[in-house]
C-alpha cells in the first residue's frame, strides 16, 4: 500500500519566528480538526526562539503532529520539506500565525472526493488586529473549472483578477498559497516544488504551475482560513530588492506560456498585475524608513526601473479606461514616461503627513 495514502489529509506548516500565542493558536485550530485521519507537519525552519520547542511539545502530546527541525533556508524551502515528508493523499498549507475552523479539512476533502477534481479552493477571513473582519469569497457560489477555457479562467484568478475581469483585484485570495486542498501525488510525482529563488510573489508563480498539472479545480464557497493581517506583514516591511523581484516573476509568469496557448487574455492580466504590483512596492522600496537615500535618489531609481522592458511593456498594456480617479492619474503618468513626476508627488504626500500607504494605495 502506497504509504501516502494510508492519510487522507497532510497539513504543512513553516515555521520561523511566529509570536508564541499565535502559534498556539494555529497548531490548536488543527488539533481540533473533525477530519481526524491527518498529519501535521511542522517544519521548525531554524527560528531562534521557542518556536521549536513548542512544535515538539505539540508532537508529544499527539502523533498526528511531525516536527523537522532544520537550518533557516527560507517558507518555500520549508514547504519543499513539507512537500516531500507528506503522506495524505491530499495536502494543505497553513501559515503559522494564521488559523483555521475546525471543519476546514473536512469541508475540503468531502467536496474534493465528491466532485473528482484535483483541486479544492475556499474562501476565508481577514482578521485585522481590532478585532474587525472582513470575509473573502473570491466567487459568487460554488464553481467547478473544468477544461481548457475554465482553466485559462482560473490562472486570471491567480493572477489576482476577478472572474472574468482583467481589472478589479477581487480574486487576489486565490494567489495564497493557503485556502487549497491539492493532490499530493501531483506535487510529488511531478517534483512540482515551491522555486526557492523567489523572495516574494513565489505562492502566485507556484500556483500557475501547479494549474499545467491539474484536470480540474473546485471553487467551496465557504470560509474555512483565518488570514491574521499584521503590520509586520512582508508588505510592511523594508524590501529594496522589489522591483526586481517583481520584474522576475513577470518574466518568469510570462515564460511559463510562451510558445505555449498563452492567450491575449493571460498576457493583458500579467500587465495589469505588473501594475497593481508597481503601486503595492512603491512604499516598501522608496517610502519605508529604512530607505535612506535622497529624493532624487530615489527618483532616479524609479525611472531606472520604469524604463526596464518589462514594466514598459505591462504599462503600455493597460487601458486608462479600466481606471478611475488616481488610479488612471497614476497609470497615465506612467504612460507618458514622466515616472519622477508621479514618485515625487507619492514622496510629498508621504512626507507632509498625508503618507497613511494603505489608505493612499486603496484609493488609487
Request: glycine fraction near 6%; aromatic fraction near 12%.
Amino acid at each position: 500500500m502506497d504509504k501516502r495514502n494510508e492519510l487522507l489529509v497532510s497539513i504543512v506548516v513553516p515555521v520561523y519566528k511566529i509570536e508564541e500565542k499565535y502559534l498556539r493558536e494555529c497548531l490548536d485550530s488543527l488539533k481540533n480538526q473533525t477530519l481526524k485521519d491527518i498529519e501535521i507537519i511542522l517544519v521548525d525552519d531554524g527560528s531562534p526562539d521557542n518556536c521549536g520547542q513548542i512544535c515538539d511539545e505539540y508532537a508529544r502530546l499527539d502523533n498526528r503532529f511531525k516536527v523537522f527541525h532544520k537550518k533557516n533556508q527560507g517558507v518555500s524551502a520549508a514547504r519543499n520539506d513539507g512537500i516531500r515528508h507528506a503522506r495524505g493523499e491530499w495536502i494543505s498549507f497553513v501559515d503559522a500565525d494564521d488559523w483555521v475552523e475546525e471543519r476546514m479539512c473536512e469541508a475540503a476533502y468531502n467536496k474534493a472526493v465528491t466532485e473528482g477534481v484535483d483541486i479544492v479552493f475556499f474562501g476565508g477571513y481577514h482578521n485585522y488586529s481590532d478585532a474587525s473582519v472582513t470575509e473573502i469569497r473570491p466567487l459568487p457560489g460554488d464553481m467547478l473549472f473544468a477544461g481548457k477555457n475554465d482553466i485559462e479562467e482560473l490562472k486570471l484568478l491567480l493572477l489576482g483578477r476577478s472572474y472574468k475581469s482583467l481589472v478589479s483585484k477581487e480574486g487576489s485570495f486565490f494567489c495564497n498559497t493557503v485556502c487549497k486542498l491539492i493532490r499530493t501525488c501531483i506535487l510529488q510525482d511531478n517534483e512540482l516544488f515551491f522555486d526557492e529563488d523567489f523572495n516574494y510573489l513565489e505562492d502566485c508563480y507556484f500556483n500557475i504551475r501547479l494549474t499545467e498539472y491539474c484536470k480540474s479545480f473546485y471553487y467551496l464557497n465557504e470560509c474555512l482560513y483565518h488570514y491574521r493581517m499584521r503590520g509586520t506583514s512582508v508588505s510592511h516591511q523594508y524590501r529594496p530588492n522589489a522591483f526586481r523581484e517583481v520584474k522576475r516573476f513577470i518574466d518568469a509568469a510570462r515564460q511559463l506560456e510562451k510558445g505555449g496557448a498563452c492567450s491575449r487574455r493571460y498576457d493583458l492580466a500579467l500587465s495589469y498585475r505588473c501594475y497593481d504590483l508597481v503601486l503595492e512596492n512603491i512604499y516598501p522600496c522608496y517610502l519605508h524608513p529604512d530607505n535612506k537615500a535622497s529624493i532624487l535618489q530615489k527618483i532616479r531609481s524609479f525611472q531606472q526601473t520604469m524604463a526596464q522592458a518589462t514594466f514598459r511593456q505591462s504599462i503600455k498594456a493597460v487601458r486608462l479606461k479600466d481606471y478611475s480617479g488616481k488610479s488612471r492619474t497614476k497609470a497615465l503618468l506612467l504612460k507618458l514616461k514622466v515616472d519622477w513626476l508621479m514618485l515625487m508627488i507619492i514622496l510629498f504626500r508621504h512626507r507632509n503627513g498625508k503618507g497613511d500607504w494603505n489608505k493612499m494605495y486603496k484609493e488609487g
